[in-house]
């Protein structure tokens, strides 16, 4: 009696079927992006660079506590009021001579900021702040200096520096990209962004 030959599996036709999911797999899979805060780091110092002195007025202090609660420049503030608050200082124009603001529209208040050149936001977190909290401090701060960057870019250039940079980052826009890249650089300069992070606190 002859001996029946098991069927033989078709490899071919499942290596076309894994491919096919695959396929599949990769056009119907959406692929999460991390986002994060945008800053641009400063450079690195040599060793033998003396550290410039910087006056306290030129401080604006920001400490987040583990109970999320803003003090700034020692007073407990509501977030709300956070942005105005950074508006004030940056935008003091209190220096005079050299250190002196000409486009500044601030009280030119002699203890707070010379110029906004010297104006440095310093921020303190807790390591328990809440990471929402974090965000919402950060938000404010970075419109502080979008407000003052706004105003500028509009008396300048007729144009907010927001949709500024928004225009230089569209691939499709149609304008004069060397240009505007100049005019943001200036805004940038006049209002620089210095915004200085110091290591959480337990």
């Known amino acids: 009696m002859a001996r029946r030959s098991s069927p033989e599996i078709n490899a071919g036709s499942m290596a076309d079927i894994a491919f096919l999911l695959l396929i599949f797999f990769l056009v119907t899979t959406t692929m999460e992006t991390d986002r994060g805060i945008s800053r641009k780091l400063p ?10 002195v910087i006056k306290q007025k030129n401080i604006f202090t920001v400490i987040v506590s ?7 420049e020692d007073q407990l ?15 003091n124009g209190g220096g005079v001579g050299e250190d002196a603001c000409d486009f500044c529209q601030g009280a030119k208040d002699p203890q707070s900021s010379d110029n906004p050149e010297k104006a440095i936001i310093s921020l ?22 979008n407000v003052l960057r706004n105003r500028e870019a509009q008396r300048l250039f007729n144009m907010e520096f927001t949709q500024m940079e928004k225009n230089y980052n569209d691939v499709n826009w149609r304008g004069n990209k060397e240009q505007l890249k100049e005019r943001i650089e200036q805004i940038k300069t006049m209002y620089p962004q210095k915004l200085s992070e110091a290591e959480p606190k337990n």
């Open 43 to 52: 450079p690195m110092q040599d060793e033998d660079v003396v550290p410039p």
């Open 66 to 72: 583990r109970d999320n609660q803003l003090l700034v």
């Open 77 to 91: 503030m509501e977030l709300k009021d956070l942005r105005q608050a950074a508006v004030d200082f940056l935008d």
């Open 124 to 145: 303190v977190n807790d390591r328990k702040t809440e990471y929402r909290t974090y965000i919402s401090v950060q938000n404010e701060l970075v419109a502080a200096y």
